[in-house]
């Protein structure tokens, strides 16, 4: 495939996957701190278990960066335990607000400045892997920054567009380099990717009904 049809059937499949699933309205929060927490928590786990860890924070009153920053170490391991690995976590969820008060002062002030310098600080919090990074800035922050995770390289190794050995930059770099940068469109692209892939391209596809068949390198002829 040439690199100037590349845009075009990036837009394809968005058209294909949106027309069969439907706006998804991602992400699931009240708040852009609470994506920013749920970014760091649903690393290694699923999401109902991260909605478990984030109940348990409001109802403890705890799903603040202040509120983080000042409660001890242990009871905010105890809240996110559903989550899963919460130690560690409890211990990435205090680092984080810990850089952000010293560094920026608040969340809004941290999504004021320039996206990409904020990118480059952002993932070298400890615990902020590239993934997590770019969830905060697309969804708490409104940047386009698209998300890459297992899914999209899944996806899109099976459709051809990249290897399934690929790199979290080499992926993101397909979204970024031939897409219009629009927020809404990558918040909407990332979520329809998981949708496909938590119905039919899975680890073992399901491949009847699949609204990306015909383009698919599994589809047989």
Same mark, same amino acid.
């Given at each position: 495939?040439?690199?100037?049809? %590349?845009? %075009?059937?990036?837009?394809?499949?968005? /058209?294909?996957?949106?027309?069969?699933?439907?706006?998804?309205?991602?992400?699931?929060?009240? %708040?852009?701190?609470? #994506?920013? *927490?749920?970014?760091?928590?649903?690393?290694?786990?699923?999401?109902?278990?991260?909605?478990?860890?984030?109940?348990?924070?409001?109802?403890?009153?705890?799903?603040?960066?202040?509120?983080?920053?000042?409660? !001890?170490?242990?009871?905010?391991?105890?809240?996110?335990?559903?989550?899963?690995?919460?130690?560690?976590? $409890?211990?990435?969820?205090?680092?984080?607000?810990?850089?952000?008060?010293?560094?920026?002062? $608040?969340?809004?002030?941290?999504?004021?400045?320039?996206?990409?310098?904020?990118?480059?600080?952002? #993932?070298? #919090?400890?615990?902020?892997?590239?993934?997590?990074? /770019?969830?905060?800035?697309?969804?708490?922050?409104?940047?386009?920054?698209? *998300?890459?995770?297992?899914?999209?390289?899944?996806?899109?190794?099976?459709?051809?567009? #990249?290897?399934?050995? /690929?790199?979290? !930059?080499? *992926?993101?770099?397909?979204?970024?380099? !031939?897409?219009?940068?629009? *927020?809404?469109?990558?918040?909407?692209? !990332?979520?329809?990717?998981?949708?496909?892939?938590?119905?039919?391209?899975?680890?073992?596809?399901?491949? /009847?009904?699949?609204?990306?068949?015909?383009?698919?390198?599994?589809? %047989?002829?």
């Amino acid at each position: 495939m040439a690199a100037n049809d %590349t845009p %075009t059937r990036l837009l394809e499949i968005y /058209d294909a996957l949106y027309r069969r699933y439907g706006a998804l309205n991602w992400w699931p929060a009240d %708040t852009p701190f609470e #994506v920013c *927490v749920g970014a760091i928590l649903t690393q290694n786990t699923n999401w109902l278990n991260v909605e478990k860890a984030i109940a348990n924070l409001k109802r403890e009153g705890l799903l603040s960066a202040e509120a983080i920053r000042e409660v !001890h170490q242990e009871r905010l391991a105890e809240a996110i335990r559903p989550s899963g690995f919460f130690n560690v976590k $409890s211990v990435r969820l205090k680092g984080f607000v810990t850089w952000l008060f010293e560094r920026h002062g $608040s969340l809004d002030a941290m999504f004021a400045g320039d996206w990409q310098q904020l990118r480059q600080e952002l #993932v070298a #919090v400890p615990g902020i892997g590239p993934e997590t990074c /770019d969830s905060i800035l697309l969804y708490a922050g409104g940047k386009p920054s698209f *998300v890459v995770d297992a899914y999209t390289r899944r996806l899109f190794s099976r459709l051809g567009l #990249v290897s399934d050995k /690929d790199d979290y !930059h080499r *992926v993101r770099t397909l979204f970024m380099e !031939h897409l219009p940068p629009e *927020v809404a469109l990558f918040n909407e692209y !990332h979520a329809l990717i998981v949708e496909q892939c938590k119905r039919h391209c899975r680890k073992k596809p399901s491949c /009847d009904g699949c609204p990306l068949g015909r383009a698919c390198c599994l589809a %047989t002829p």
